[in-house]
């Protein structure tokens, strides 16, 4: 690629780096949007990575800043798009899954709107000049403060044979113990359902959660990252062997809350779980069972929400099988 590479005004030219704050006006309020470019000394892809679309996955955040703020242009071909923390209104705010100006799911909301709700603005925002203008894109996840998760990388539905084969290459180079098949086939809803209209290759990666972020969950998503970007074109070829050779999920059930209560989970993430077991129970406040939640499949446990309080509608765990 050629000439400068700008994004709200944080702008590198060939063979340069930039990093700054974007002032992204949301309508009632106005959201900072931490962000560096770089843009390399030779021809490639431009790529798009964000980490804390969700404000409370917090393994990702450090482990993109750590990538972003180490490279250089003379590593780079092409350019690099690193928003390091897409939602700091709920990073702040301490928030699982909500945006605090408005109650909304910045992943569950895109394309977004640019005259809509706060949360809504900024994934219309984040779409037209990180996502859109990109070749490959990256969304870096953890499991929520109220989630525990096999690290697991997700691709979208099939797009083409080229598009998907590019994203593929991407996954089984981050190297998780997991690939979870068939994310953002609804035109609405995550991150990766915009790139995936839009046919690029695209995928979303999680690592750790329940709010604490170790260095050995910061260095996979590290290094990772770095196998992944080599994989799309970004950087020089790296060790070519990741260090987990990832166990593909093409079936998967994520189980969901009809009762707000206090959940009382009876498995544990990892778990091999018979259709029909009972995997918990959703109670009030006296104890009372207000919704019993078995197993639709037989399989294997890789997602767990760990919080005691839930809502209707949140998600309660993930089987593959």
């Not at 895109?110 to 779409?127: D, Y």
């Not at 989630?147 to 997700?154: I, R």
């Not at 070829?237 to 987990?244: A, G, I």
């Amino acid at each position: 690629m050629s000439g400068a590479v700008s994004v709200n005004g944080v702008s590198a030219a060939t063979g340069e780096k930039s990093q700054g704050i974007c002032r992204v006006d949301v309508g009632t309020a106005t959201i900072d949007v931490p962000l560096v470019v770089i843009n390399g000394t030779r021809p490639g892809p431009r790529v798009a990575v964000t980490a804390g679309i969700h404000g409370g996955e917090y393994v990702s955040i450090p482990a993109l800043r750590n990538v972003a703020m180490s490279l250089t242009p003379n590593d780079v071909a092409g350019s690099l798009v690193a928003v390091l923390v897409a939602n700091t209104t709920a990073f702040f705010g301490r928030s699982v899954y909500y945006t605090p100006l408005d109650g909304l799911n910045l992943n569950r909301v895109f394309p977004g709107n640019a005259q809509g709700k706060p949360t809504e603005r900024l994934a219309r925002w984040l779409l037209d000049n990180v996502i859109l203008p990109s070749d490959r894109y990256i969304d870096m996840h953890s499991g929520d403060l109220n989630e525990v998760l096999e690290p697991f990388v997700g691709l979208a539905a099939p797009v083409s044979p080229e598009v998907d084969a590019a994203a593929l290459k991407m996954a089984r180079a981050y190297g998780l113990k997991y690939i979870v098949e068939g994310g953002g086939q609804a035109p609405n809803g995550p991150a990766i359902a915009a790139a995936r209209a839009a046919s690029i290759p695209t995928m979303w990666t999680e690592v750790g959660g329940r709010g604490s972020w170790t260095a050995d969950e910061v260095r996979q998503h590290e290094e990772g990252l770095l196998r992944a970007l080599a994989a799309a074109g970004l950087l020089p070829d790296r060790d070519p062997s990741p260090p987990l050779v990832s166990e593909v999920i093409s079936r998967k059930a994520w189980l969901q809350t009809s009762a707000t209560g206090c959940w009382y989970p009876n498995v544990d993430l990892g778990d091999s779980v018979e259709e029909g077991r009972v995997l918990g129970e959703v109670k009030d406040f006296f104890g009372e069972t207000l919704l019993v939640v078995t197993a639709p499949v037989t399989g294997m446990v890789f997602f767990l929400v760990t919080a005691l309080a839930v809502n209707a509608g949140d998600p309660l765990m993930g089987l593959s099988y």
